[in-house]
């Protein structure tokens, strides 16, 4: 995007002139006034809708005995298809409000929720159901690609994670089979694949970064829990296929020429191939031929602040503020945990900050490096 | 496909789903036996749904070596059919079937836990297992109540030592719902 700096530049060099800086300055300040105006109007209403689903769900959960249970699923079901209704009007025939429209449609997605768990209460189906999450899920699902929704990507990709928790606590076979935090970390890189199949059609683009994103958020999660001691780590024999098939697919849409041109996160992508192929090798030891509880421990650690700084590099190489604030975030419960874990003395606490700081100084010397790389580069284009 | 017509068959699914819900469970309501079952009742609560009495039957666990049964293996997860003979309104076990008996009245669960018991020989080396006990859903083990009633329910119990009883409606098929809690004999009402 153009800037203040580069406008200065052109005029000092002569290629504008001072009307037409004005005129760009002029443009640029409008642009961006629009540009914010528009993101706080998606994040107010988003956000509304939101709380006031979070409140249809928790007036469910009340189970409020002042209204009949007649009256109240005809309430909530009608709300529930009155605000599509009205979200849809809003967006694609009245299309005056259409960011409050799309708003107004995922506050539907979270009602259907509320009405089906409040029919589900009515009629006492046991309760922490996994079904009925499913039925949520499957419910406001094709709402993705009929409305071109990301919200409702987000809504199903968390439904998602829901289903798959409550399922692990009624299933308890599943537990012999994989333990808690490699399902979500395998269910992590699966929706994170699905956001790359997304990004290779123009018609689904739409729902890529936010199940990349939340696919991301899986991984990063069930890294980081199993960089703690959790005693014991069992998997069976399947676990290390998921994973090297999951690096698999990644990498074959990463080597097709012709998908990879249509890939924005290369980088993060093929880390995310490299994360499959690692955790294969680890529950495949893990299999036949297990390590101490330290030892996989400790690898994960690695794992997990190799891929943190993967995903600085990647996202200041490629400018997505949205990766760099996701390793950041990260940063910060690594450093607590391991500084509580392994730092308490003051000698080895002395050593732990001057080891976090050489790394971050070394981060400094390849990004500047890059940073000189990029200009050159430019400047030769220039000429 | 235009966005009118996903806005019409959007309503139209969503509707579907909900009416289905209701119908499936109406059905058994109004075409099932009731029954009266024995509990022993706690009170936690649904993310989504709030409060709610968990209800453990006496029919929940299922003596293998009292209750007659078609077969004599089971594992998690399988689906049981528990055939029940009425005895002053309460369903009493009377035999465990592996397929939907004919000319019984009966209710579908599904094993979520086998207790196993070992036979042994001289040396005390286990040489037989058979199954002793069998723990059975019926997809009846919550009754949901509004906030805070439920540990008035377990209160009452409690102090009173009163019986908690639940009435259920068993459809044909043997797909069970509550109707409602009795304490004493007596129906709560919120």
Known sequence: MLDQDLIRKWLDEGTINHAQAEKMRADLEEYKKEHRSKKQIIAFSTIGAILIGIGAILFVASNWEKIGDTVKVLLLAGSTVGIHYTGHRLKYENRKYPRLGSALLLLSALLFGASLFLIAQIYNINANNSTLVLVWLLGVFPLIYGYRSAPIAGLCSLLFYLWIGILYGERTDLNKLINIWDLYLVSGIALYFTGILHGLAENVKHAEKTFEFMGLQAVLFALFIHTFNLGGYKVEKVVPVIYAFLGILILAVLCLERFRSKLTGFQVDAGMAVISFLVAGITLTAVYSPLSEKTYTGLFNIIFLGFLILLLYAGYNTENIGIINTAMFWFIPLIFARYFDFFWELLPRSFFFILGGLVLLAISVVLERKRRELKVRFAGVRQ | ?190
């Open chain 2, 1 to 190: 496909m235009n966005q009118k017509k996903i806005l019409y068959l959007t309503v139209i699914f969503w509707l579907l789903i909900f009416s289905g819900f209701i119908a499936y469970k109406e059905y058994t309501l109004r075409t099932g036996t009731e029954v009266m079952l024995k509990t022993l009742p706690v009170d936690p609560r649904d993310l989504f749904r709030g409060d709610y009495v968990i209800l453990n039957y006496e029919i929940s666990t299922l003596d293998m070596e009292k209750i007659p049964a078609e077969d004599s293996y089971f594992t998690y997860n399988d689906r049981i059919y528990l055939a029940l003979e009425l005895k002053d309104g309460y369903g009493v076990p009377k035999k465990i079937y592996r397929t939907p008996p004919e000319n019984e009245f009966y209710i579908k669960g599904t094993v979520k836990d086998v207790l196993y018991e070992w036979e042994t020989d001289e040396s005390d080396l286990a040489t037989e297992e058979t199954i002793k006990e069998l723990r059975i859903h019926y997809g009846i083990e919550s009754y949901f109540v509004p906030e805070g009633r439920g540990i008035e329910i377990e209160r009452e119990q409690r102090a009173g030592s009163k019986g908690v009883d639940v009435k259920v409606i068993v459809d044909k098929y043997g797909n069970a719902i509550i109707k409602s809690l009795l304490i004493d004999g007596k129906e709560i009402e919120f």
